[in-house]
Antibody, heavy 122, light 107 residues
Framework: EVQLVESGGGLVQPGRSLRLSCTAS????????MSWVRQAPGKGLEWVGF??????????EYAASVKGRFTISRDDSKSVAYLLVNSLKTEDTAVYFC?????????????WGQGTLVTVSS | DIVLTQSPGTLSLSPGERATLSCRAS???????LAWYQHKRGQAPRLLIF???SRATGIPDRFSGSGSGTDFTLTISRLEPEDFAVYYC????????FGQGTKVEIK
């Protein structure tokens, strides 16, 4: 059974950094592109970015709204994907979902975690 | 970015009724790269449809997707109690974007 479990969320002050983790199981993690999607309170879903599988170079792509502040990485030996968020803003308050992307070329998400809440507030 | 507009915002129906959800794109979605997801509060979203009309693994056949270009539809033929949720469309023909969601609530 495919499982994605996010962790690392919490209350953080504006301007600080936070690293979220996504621990995967039930599939060969290294074969898949992994994405992050967020949902601000009362809002819809927003794609944040993805990291391609290592065979496809492990390269990353980001939404324009977060480019330069967000960094996605992966550790295939641990089956974990990470989302590092720098210079946090109040508008980054959201539930952050880890997703498995169907393929490196087709950007839809066949499995999702339950999400981890990040609250940015002083 | 392609903007997706879902309608209606809320659909109030009874179990057993048919639900028709619309997703309109601001420009043509290439190769019908359109997906639908179901999301219940506190749970992981679930992929229902990809490629505009292909059901994902394990999705009941009461869920069907149709459309092309800029107009897409998700139909739930007969609502079951577990189908009351929020539904999102997503295009992946370019940088992925989602619609704002349609809530299907019990009437």
């Amino acid at each position: 059974e495919v499982q994605l479990v996010e962790s690392g969320g919490g209350l953080v002050q504006p301007g600080r950094s936070l690293r979220l983790s996504c621990t995967a199981s039930g599939f060969t993690f290294g074969d898949y592109t992994m994405s992050w999607v967020r949902q601000a309170p009362g809002k819809g879903l927003e794609w944040v970015g993805f990291i391609r599988s290592t065979p496809y170079g492990g390269t990353t792509e980001y939404a324009a709204s977060v480019k330069g502040r967000f960094t996605i990485s992966r550790d295939d030996s641990k089956s974990v994907a990470y989302l590092l968020v720098n210079s946090l803003k109040t508008e980054d308050t959201a539930v952050y979902f880890c997703t498995r992307q169907y393929s490196s070329a087709l950007y839809y998400f066949d499995y999702w975690g339950q999400g981890t809440l990040v609250t940015v507030s002083s | 970015d392609i903007v997706l507009t879902q309608s209606p915002g809320t659909l109030s129906l009874s179990p057993g009724e048919r639900a028709t959800l619309s997703c309109r794109a601001s420009q043509s979605v290439g190769s019908s790269y359109l997906a639908w997801y179901q999301h219940k509060r506190g749970q992981a979203p679930r992929l229902l449809i990809f490629g505009a009309s292909s059901r994902a693994t394990g999705i009941p056949d009461r869920f069907s997707g149709s459309g092309s270009g800029t107009d897409f539809t998700l139909t739930i033929s007969r609502l079951e109690p577990e189908d009351f949720a929020v539904y999102y469309c997503q295009q992946y023909g370019s940088s992925p974007t989602f619609g704002q969601g349609t809530k299907v609530e019990i009437k």
